[in-house]
């Protein structure tokens, strides 16, 4: 019995996985060439300030990721008793710690990741044309290393943040998602409605 259910936990996972890599992948390609093609054409100020908000996103899911993960599911059950905002959507990210961590931090984390590294070589490209008598290859190797640095730094910072603050940032996601749930009817993680045994629908027990 014990082998059955860790060979079904083992292909959960595989499937799983493979999901999430066609996700990012089929969401990789299209936006790291649309990104690149526009941070291309883009003033040089605004590329980087937009290459900075790609930072700042692939380091705030990771946070969110982790936060929810290691999140406590009990101190939501008195919020949600009381029917207050964004409870119930806490409880469910963290019953589905495993895919929000998976498309938090895997699916986000790696697609923005990429897109950093397509729009710093845009952004190299735009450098090179501005001063033609610079080291390409070191402006190259430091520009890129910076972004590296920027991505790490503020992961390992976050991680921190996330395990201390795990309610809050938790909290403040189920808010996020039950406004979402209430201004545009979208359920995120919702569990669909259980339905009864057949013997039970026939003989009229509740």
Do not use: C
């Amino acid at each position: 019995m014990g082998n059955n259910k860790d060979g079904d936990h083992q292909r959960r996972n595989l499937i799983r996985g493979l999901q999430f890599g066609l996700i990012g992948f089929a969401l990789g390609v299209p936006i790291t060439l649309a990104s690149e093609s526009v941070m291309r054409h883009m003033n040089l100020v605004l590329a980087f300030a937009v290459l900075l908000l790609i930072v700042l996103l692939n380091i705030g899911f990771d946070i969110i990721g982790i936060a929810v993960a290691v999140a406590k599911e009990k101190p939501f059950h008195a919020l949600a008793a009381k029917r207050m905002p964004g409870a119930i959507q806490a409880i469910r990210l963290i019953r589905n710690a495993e895919k929000v961590v998976a498309f938090s931090n895997d699916v986000v984390g790696d697609i923005s990741g990429t897109i950093s590294g397509a729009a710093g070589a845009a952004i190299l490209v735009r450098l090179a044309v501005i001063g033609p008598s610079l080291s390409e290859t070191l402006i190259s190797v430091a520009f890129l290393s910076l972004i590296a640095a920027l991505i790490v730094g503020g992961k390992a910072a976050g991680k921190g943040v996330a395990i201390d603050d795990s309610f809050a940032i938790t909290y403040a996601v189920g808010r996020f998602l039950y406004w979402l749930e209430e201004r545009l009817g979208w359920a995120i993680l919702a569990e669909p409605p259980r339905t009864r045994p057949a013997a039970d629908r026939k003989n009229g027990r509740n």
